[in-house]
């Protein structure tokens, strides 16, 4: 099932300008998790928040974590046109038995113009 | 230089025709994962490993198989392809633990069941 639901679903912005994507999940977590993919590539990650922590920084990204509400916001301060791509928040969770699922939400498709 | 392959990148084939994809990994990850990605649907796992021999079933594991006879390798086997399963699908390896490590994905591999 889908955990992790991405908000807007697509967002256009101007080169300097700051993008702030949010995230919303439904059960209690052990992380979270922003990936990055650009056009029809594989994923990369961004930055892990643990569901202890309330905030965290990479360079010019900034990720917030809200148990409480069970969301999470990534900024992308300065953006370029670089920044172009698609954004995907994932939740962890170890559950029964060992097992360990990441579940992906649909994405947020940054376009950044020049 | 650490990375997830995937073979074949792309690749046409008839309904009913059994076809492999092929997925190893260089970080001697413990987990390993299939998705597949569909327009509006995000990424869905279809199946995961947590280790050797230890497989499980995702969220859309109907009409696929795996095996994980070796730590590097998690083929994903269509055993009765249908037109349905065209799609994206990523391969995806990470390491468990407390400090769970991100996943790292696959450039993709693009399927077109006709």
């Known amino acids: 099932s889908q955990q992790g639901e991405e908000d807007p679903q697509a967002l256009s912005i101007q080169e300097g300008e700051n993008a702030t994507m949010n995230c919303s999940y439904k059960?209690?977590?052990?992380?979270l998790q922003w990936y990055r993919q650009n056009s029809g590539r594989g994923l990369v990650h961004l930055i892990l928040?643990?569901?202890?922590?309330r905030e965290k920084h990479s360079g010019r990204l900034r990720v917030t974590l809200d148990t409480s509400k069970k969301s999470s916001s990534l900024l992308i301060t300065a953006s370029r046109a670089a920044d172009t791509a698609s954004y995907f928040c994932?939740?962890?969770?170890?559950?029964?038995?060992?097992?360990?699922?990441?579940?992906f939400g649909k994405g947020t498709k940054l376009s950044v113009i020049p | 230089e650490a990375q997830v392959t995937q073979n074949p990148r792309y690749l046409i084939t008839v309904t009913g025709k059994k076809l492999t994809v092929t997925c190893s990994q260089n970080?001697?990850?413990?987990?390993m994962s299939w998705y597949r990605q569909d327009p509006g649907l995000g990424l869905r796992q279809i199946y995961y490993?947590?280790?050797?021999?230890?497989?499980d079933k995702g969220d859309v594991p109907e009409g696929y198989k795996v095996s994980r006879k070796e730590k590097r390798n998690f083929p994903l086997i269509l055993e009765s392809p249908s037109p349905n399963q065209t799609s994206l699908y990523f391969c995806?390896?990470?390491?468990?633990?407390?400090?769970?490590?991100?996943?790292?994905f696959g450039d993709g591999t693009r399927l077109s069941i006709l």
């Open positions: 059960t209690s977590i052990n992380n």
């Open positions: 994932a939740t962890d969770k170890y559950s029964g038995a060992g097992s360990y699922q990441l579940t």
């Open positions: 928040i643990r569901s202890n922590e």
């Open positions: 490993s947590m280790n050797v021999e230890v497989t």
């Open positions: 970080m001697n990850h413990e987990y």
């Open positions: 995806a390896s990470c390491q468990l633990g407390y400090s769970n490590q991100p996943q790292h």
